[in-house]
């Protein structure tokens, strides 16, 4: 199981797209798994054929968790097989989880996602303690259930986590909206509590890009026409690959600048919350290509089929507030990524132009800048080149 | 095609676009991004849509004349008219 987002440690397997026996190159769509930010297609790392698969079906399972074994060209398969893996999740604390058994033949270096089980059932205990999966275990803790008192339904007896929650009257799943929320809620509470945001904006003209727009999308069939937002969007890319301290993402090592721009995208999903997938390459995309990419990205963040490179990759997202509305938006920035472009609605605001001051279209950004990574000179800079792009929009 | 066509024509695209949007409850003076919540892609995706459903092509400078359903179907008619 792939990293699936900021926060998201856990995904239920709810459809194969491969089968045994299928060839699959890095980069397929093997499966999908629902997640609290709705369904992900996940993409295969390895090329190789379909050897079996582990995970089955309506399985919950912890990041990292294996999920199916893939053979390398010519690679022979282990002479033990693994067993599916069964056991739902989160793993129990480290102390209770029975060590993964070592794989009885040696599994070669270009075996892909070893499998190894991600949990194990414990054995039965002295006192009579029936035998549990981890998650059960974790749950009895939870709702203080003694699990000696449970009727398991698993393989020996053993207690399963529906076997807790039955007995706990635990009440039903959560809905997807709360689900969503929650998801929300840690990655925003994970990055104010451990990113030192920092912010700076300014407001800018946009007359030069709206009538370049107009003119543009005049005499074009609704298909070949380009939104505003995918100028924003150009305009951040360029300005991230001129300012490469703001674009990456950080881990336990500090900062780390990516070559490409993954370009996130907070996409508000009609029925409440949001999720931010990106744009992969975007620098390598001109106008055209990124406003297609964005339509294709939004249809589909909209119909919950969203990729887990693209959840996880991004390395700068914008975030804007639509075409009316409030003028200015300080944003959170979605971690792991360094920084967040935040742009109001546009408003006709009086301008000075040369001598005069006329009513013109503006539009303020606010870039939202991690100040482990930045300091305001390259907050500056970046605003400043962002600016100059969307002066001349039709070198976007 | 009668203004009740456009109508159901005009609330069927709308709704695919936005799907939690029940058709049955839509008023015929709501405006569809302030009151129906469309973005500018969704809206996009409507003219695209009618576009390709009904031949009509809307230029963006008509955008406020489909604001409304109301409004939609007396541009749409006098278009196809």
Known sequence: MPSLGADMDAGKLVEWLVEPGDTVARGDIVAVVETQKGAIEIECFEAGVVQNLLAELGTELPVGAPLAM??????????????????????????????????????????????????????????????SSPAARLRARELKVDLATVTGSGPGGAVRLVDVERLAGAPPARSPQEEMRRAIAAAMTRSKQTIPHFYMSQTMDLHPAMTWLATRNEGRPPA??????????????????????????????????????????????????????????????????????????????????????????????LSSVGESGPESMTG?????????????????????????????????????????????????????????QLSAPEAL | MTHADLRAAFLDTLCNVAPD??????EDD?????????DSMDVLNLVTALHEI????????????IATPAQAVAYLAKRLG
Not at chain 1, 350 to 379: C, E, F, K, M, Y
């Open chain 2, 21 to 26: 949007i029940d058709p049955a409850t839509v």
């Open chain 2, 30 to 38: 709501e405006h569809i991004q302030d009151d129906l919540g469309l």
């Open chain 1, 70 to 131: 893939i053979l390398a060209e010519g690679e022979a398969p282990p002479a033990d097989s693994p067993a599916k893996a069964t056991a739902p999740s989160p793993p129990a604390p480290p102390a209770e989880v029975t060590p993964p058994p070592a794989p009885s033949a040696p599994v070669t270096a270009s075996a892909t996602n070893a499998p190894v089980p991600a949990v194990a059932a414990s054995p039965p205990a002295p006192d009579g303690t029936p035998p």
């Open chain 1, 332 to 388: 959170v920035i979605f971690p792991p990524q360094a920084a967040l472009v935040g742009i109001g609605a546009p408003q006709v605001r009086p301008w000075v132009i040369g001598d005069s001051i006329q009513p013109r279209h503006v539009v303020t950004i606010t870039l939202s800048a991690d100040h482990r990574a930045n300091d305001g000179r390259q907050a500056a800079r970046f605003i400043a080149a962002f600016e100059s």
């Open chain 1, 224 to 317: 070949e026409r380009i939104l505003l937002g995918a100028l924003f969007v150009r305009a951040m890319v360029r300005a991230a690959v001129k300012v490469p301290s703001l674009n990456g993402q950080v881990n336990e090592d500090g900062f780390i600048a990516s070559g490409p721009v993954h370009a996130g995208l907070a996409v508000a999903l009609r029925g409440g919350g949001l999720v931010a997938p990106a744009i992969l390459d975007a620098e390598t995309l001109d106008l055209d290509a990124t406003m297609a990419a964005m339509r294709d990205l939004v249809t589909r963040a909209r119909a919950g089929r969203l990729r887990n490179r693209e959840m996880t990759e991004g390395t700068i997202t």
């Open chain 2, 54 to 65: 009904l031949g009509v092509d809307i230029p963006e400078a008509d955008y406020p004349q």
